[in-house]
Every structure is written in structure tokens, then in C-alpha cells.
């Protein structure tokens, strides 16, 4: 059975510093995968897919970046983290052909201080 | 992609049947409707998906009319643990070429009370 795992699961980081998430897909091959952002009281925005390795997609300009070094594994990053960073930090991936579904990670709560 | 607009929030007791309806007047002919749940601090759960008329599975029930600019999630006899954040989309899965991504709104949060 397939399985996505994040982590760290909560991060408390200061303003300026730098930020790696990473999010590991197992028991699936070449997925599509998702970063996905979670305000405080509000829905999920996408933030990058990727459809391979080192193929990635932005959908909203920000300063934040996503990397994908290996089929299944998906970092997001970030040089210089701002206030409005925090968040919730959801992956998600997708199988190819016929599957339709999205299938979640556990998530990072990320607060910027 | 097509924008969906549901209830904001919804209540209900134990043991009732919940509707919870979403619109959708720009969906395409490729568009399928999926609805998702969301816990606090988990990431979202797939629950049901359709194309046309009524689809059912072992937690809920999706109606969708004719011209397919509204769609209905029906969860029957709910429970103190169905209190969660539903979500309703629209899109290709893929199919169209837009990589299957999902738009989530903000959702209705169903509050069930005992």
C-alpha cells in the first residue's frame, strides 16, 4: 500500500531563517505531487506540483521554492522565511492514468516568530 | 478551473442526514466533482466522486442533476466524529491537461452536535 510521510510534523522558525520540508512517497512510482498551504481559517492553496523528476510547477509567486531530486521525494524550501509563511504545509501526490484522487500527508505546522 | 460556492458552515445533531449542497455553474464537460473531509490538523480525506446522476459508497451519497451546475453531498446519520471541514471541487482529474491539480475553497465546516 502506498504511504506519505512529512516531517517535521511542527516547526517554530524565526523571521529571516531558512526552511526545508520534505515529503516521501512510498509504494508508487513516478506520482504527481502537490505542496499545498493552510492559513489559519482558511482552504488549501497549491503552491507547486511536480510531474517528474526536477519538473515543478509554481502556481503562486512567493519566496518559497520546490525541488523534487527524486521520483519520490518532494522538498519545499525557503531562503528567507516571512511572517506571512506560517502555516500549515500539506503533500499530496496522485497516481498516474486512471487515478483520481489525491492522497494527503500528515502535514507541518509551521509558526514564523 | 471551476469556482464552487457552498455553505460557509452548517449544524447538525446526531443521528440526522446531512445535506450539504455546492454550486458550480461554470463546470466543463471534463469536469468531475469530488468532495474531500478535513480534520483539524490533518490533510484532507477523499470522500466520494462523480460525473453525472448519484454516486454512493459506504459513507455517503453524491447527487448531481441534469445540467450538472450543482451537486449535493449526503451523509446519512451522522455521527459526533463527521464534525469536519467539506470540501467541494471541480476539475479534469488530469484528463483535460491541467495535471488533475485541486482548488480548494474554505469549505463548509458541519458542526454535529450530540
Known amino acids: 500500500s502506498q504511504t506519505i510521510h512529512q516531517w517535521p510534523a511542527t516547526l517554530v522558525q524565526p523571521v529571516g531563517s531558512p526552511l526545508s520540508l520534505e515529503c516521501t512517497v512510498e509504494g508508487t512510482s513516478n506520482p504527481n505531487l502537490y505542496w499545498y498551504r493552510q492559513a489559519a481559517g482558511r482552504g488549501l492553496q497549491l503552491l507547486f506540483y511536480?510531474?517528474?523528476?526536477?519538473?515543478i510547477s509554481s502556481e503562486v509567486p512567493q519566496n518559497l521554492s520546490a525541488s523534487r531530486p527524486q521520483d519520490r521525494q518532494f522538498i519545499l524550501s525557503s531562503k528567507k522565511l516571512l511572517l506571512s509563511d506560517s502555516g500549515f504545509y500539506l503533500c499530496a501526490w496522485r497516481g498516474q492514468g486512471l487515478s483520481r484522487e489525491q492522497y494527503f500527508g500528515p502535514g507541518t505546522r509551521l509558526t514564523v516568530t | 478551473l471551476a469556482k464552487t460556492t457552498q455553505p460557509i458552515s452548517m449544524d447538525s445533531y446526531e443521528g440526522q442526514e446531512v445535506n450539504i449542497t455546492c454550486s458550480h455553474n461554470n463546470i466543463a464537460t471534463n469536469d468531475y466533482i469530488t468532495w474531500y473531509q478535513q480534520f483539524p490538523s490533518q490533510g484532507p480525506r477523499f470522500i466520494i466522486q462523480g460525473y453525472k446522476t448519484k454516486v454512493t459508497n459506504e459513507v455517503a451519497s453524491l447527487f448531481i442533476p441534469a445540467d450538472r451546475k450543482s451537486s449535493t453531498l449526503s451523509l446519512p446519520r451522522v455521527s459526533l466524529s463527521d464534525t469536519a471541514v467539506y470540501y467541494c471541487?471541480?476539475?479534469?482529474?488530469?484528463?483535460?491537461?491541467?495535471?488533475?491539480?485541486?482548488?480548494f475553497g474554505k469549505g463548509t465546516k458541519l458542526s454535529v452536535k450530540p
Open positions: 511536480s510531474i517528474g523528476i526536477d519538473q
Open positions: 471541487l471541480v476539475g479534469d482529474n488530469g484528463f483535460g491537461g491541467s495535471q488533475g491539480n485541486l482548488i
